[in-house]
């Protein structure tokens, strides 16, 4: 009888685990929506970059993390309607970069934690109150250090060293690139030369802004970071050989595509690195408490080709320092 009884018992226990195994719900699966300014294949590295830190830290799409992207294919005028479409997805952090990406971001929401994976100058732009303590629903990995810009300065004297006059590429409409532009001003005059405004608002003003700033005197170039820059490399690349002007650039693409030298920050690292913050804010941290950082590195990329059709001499003791060099 007893047997019987032990019997039943294991019988109705194997029953009952078994219909809670049934009626369980699975583990939870996390929504991340990732917007970007420019085209998915533009961006591939990147996107790529995020899932493989996604990835080292135990997430597999389709098993506990979908992906949401939404690319604005150059048109920034879009940036706000699909970043308002990643709300409506409910998901449950938003990956943006660059500064006018964050920014739509976060007109559309002030609840769903919004990570950076590279940008201008949060604080500045109105998206934290400080790096330490960010105090609001947006963190994540600056794109500049403090010691970019004047680098940036240094490295183009040093292969363009009869440079007098820089012609500074910026948006007024990028809300980074007016307290950028009297920082880049400082570091420009203290090295000897002149700082010429060459300002665009849309790829249909970039002729016209390169044109005045030759027709001004500008014998070099330096572009801002800008998304729409960024959408418009090829054609200025293109418009900085037209008119023979050696250009510092603020990403290794340009440079790809035939650009002079770039000294930035590896910006499929950045992207790794926002993984970590995903993470933390799916496991239960608050972006308000979640500290932003800086770069830590940085990558000096050179066109010997573009130098060469420019007329100028790499210096030994440059090209020794730089991380790639494009022949």
């Given at each position: 009888m007893k047997n019987i009884l032990r019997f039943v018992a294991v019988a109705l226990t194997l029953l009952v685990w078994g219909v809670m195994a049934e009626t369980q719900q699975p583990g939870k699966v996390w929504k991340i929506g990732v917007l970007v300014?420019?085209?998915?294949?533009?961006?591939?590295?990147?996107?790529?970059?995020?899932?493989?830190?996604?990835?080292?830290l135990g997430y597999t799409e389709g098993k506990n993390i979908t992906m949401e992207y939404r690319y604005a294919e150059g048109k920034l005028d879009r940036l706000p309607q699909l970043a308002a479409e990643l709300v409506r997805q409910k998901v449950d952090v938003i990956v943006v970069s660059g500064t006018r990406v964050a920014v739509a971001a976060k007109e559309a929401t002030s609840t769903i934690p919004i990570?950076?994976?590279?940008?201008?100058?949060?604080?500045?732009a109105g998206l934290i109150s400080s790096f330490t303590r960010p105090g609001s629903n947006v963190t994540g990995v600056s794109r500049l250090s403090p010691d970019f810009i004047g680098?940036?300065?240094?490295?183009?004297?040093?292969?363009?060293?009869?440079?007098?006059?820089?012609?500074?590429?910026?948006?007024?409409?990028?809300?980074?690139?007016?307290?950028?532009?009297?920082?880049?001003?400082?570091?420009?005059?203290?090295?000897?030369?002149?700082?010429q405004s060459a300002a665009a608002r849309s790829p249909n003003e970039l002729e016209s802004a390169f044109g005045a700033a030759v027709k001004a005197g500008a014998d070099a170039l330096l572009v801002m970071p800008d998304a729409m820059f960024h959408s418009s490399l090829a054609r200025i690349v293109e418009l900085a050989a037209k008119h023979r002007l050696p250009a510092m650039y603020?990403?290794?693409?340009?440079?790809?595509?035939?650009?002079?030298?770039?000294?930035?920050?590896?910006?499929?690292?950045?992207?790794?690195?926002?993984?970590?913050?995903?993470?933390?804010?799916?496991?239960?941290?608050?972006?308000?408490?979640?500290?932003?950082?800086?770069?830590?590195?940085?990558?000096?990329?050179?066109?010997?080709?573009?130098?060469?059709?420019?007329?100028?001499?790499?210096?030994?003791?440059?090209?020794?320092?730089?991380?790639?060099?494009?022949?």
């Open positions: 300014s420019t085209s998915q294949s533009l961006n591939a590295s990147r996107d790529e970059a995020l899932r493989q830190g996604l990835r080292e990570v950076i994976a590279g940008a201008g100058d949060p604080v500045r680098k940036r300065v240094e490295v183009l004297k040093e292969v363009a060293p009869k440079t007098t006059r820089v012609a500074v590429l910026s948006n007024p409409s990028n809300p980074s690139h007016g307290p950028g532009l009297k920082d880049l001003e400082l570091g420009v005059r203290a090295r000897g030369m002149m700082l603020d990403r290794a693409d340009f440079v790809e595509a035939g650009g002079l030298v770039s000294y930035a920050v590896n910006i499929a690292d950045l992207s790794w690195r926002a993984a970590w913050y995903v993470d933390q804010i799916l496991q239960g941290s608050k972006p308000a408490d979640l500290p932003m950082v800086e770069p830590t590195r940085s990558e000096l990329v050179i066109n010997v080709k573009t130098a060469q059709a420019l007329g100028l001499t790499i210096p030994p003791n440059v090209l020794a320092r730089a991380d790639r060099v494009i022949k």
